[in-house]
């Protein structure tokens, strides 16, 4: 613009002495003159419309630039709170797999006792099953072929209503004892570990009642 406007002051005053002489250059030089300073006006308007059309762009990108940031946090707290929900699920399923381990283990122990129990039962005596219902077992114990002495005896365990145990001769004419089975303690040859509370004690009731049948026999 500063080269157009020093063009015009150029020929301006160049042509001052010619048109004393020439009125047709003078009028020449005139409309030259305006053709440039409108040129030079829309050239300002068009320069200025670039730059507000540049501008709003900025804006828009802007904008554009805010509102996939704000998306991008939204997606990124999203997938933390996704992240930390399955590390608290996976959590609460590690804690039951170990709980559902450690039961095994304690019944995988009563299994081994139960077993090594029912060996050496079958190894010192013999019994045969006689009736069962909810609150009564009979049995007759049978004496092993070194002890030819001893008759078959006829027993039944009864469950009171107390939890506890009555060992009787199968007339009820005689009781050999009562008993809490939750009282007898329980030892594990292969791990020295007791689980508490009611789940041990009703593990340990059957194997309890065949120790004290077959030790109260033994003494009679």
Not at 2 to 31: L, M, T
Not at 71 to 94: H, P, T
Not at 126 to 154: D, G, T
Request: glycine share 6%.
């Amino acid at each position: 613009m500063e080269v157009f406007k020093s063009r015009i002051s150029g020929e301006s005053s160049g042509g001052g002495a010619d048109d004393q002489h020439s009125p047709g250059s003078h009028g020449r030089a005139s409309g030259a003159r305006g053709t440039l300073e409108t040129l030079l006006f829309a050239l300002q308007i068009k320069k200025e419309e670039c730059k507000e059309k540049e501008r709003n762009t900025d804006k828009r990108n802007q904008r554009a630039e805010k509102q996939i940031s704000f998306q991008m946090e939204d997606f990124i707290q999203a997938a933390q709170n996704s992240i930390s929900a399955c590390d608290v699920q996976f959590s609460k399923l590690k804690d039951e797999v170990e709980k559902q381990q450690a039961r095994i283990s304690d019944w995988t122990i009563l299994r081994d006792g139960l077993q090594t129990l029912v060996s050496v039962t079958h190894r010192n005596m013999a019994y045969r099953l006689l009736s069962v219902s909810s609150s009564e077992l009979c049995l007759e114990l049978l004496p092993c072929a070194a002890q030819r002495s001893l008759e078959p005896l006829c027993v039944s365990i009864t469950m009171t209503t107390s939890d506890e145990f009555r060992l009787q001769d199968n007339g009820g004419n005689r009781v050999y004892a009562v008993f809490d089975p939750r009282d007898v303690p329980v030892s594990h040859s292969k791990k020295t570990n007791v689980v508490s509370g009611e789940a041990e004690a009703s593990k340990t009731k059957h194997c309890c009642n065949t120790r004290r049948v077959y030790s109260i026999w033994r003494v009679q």
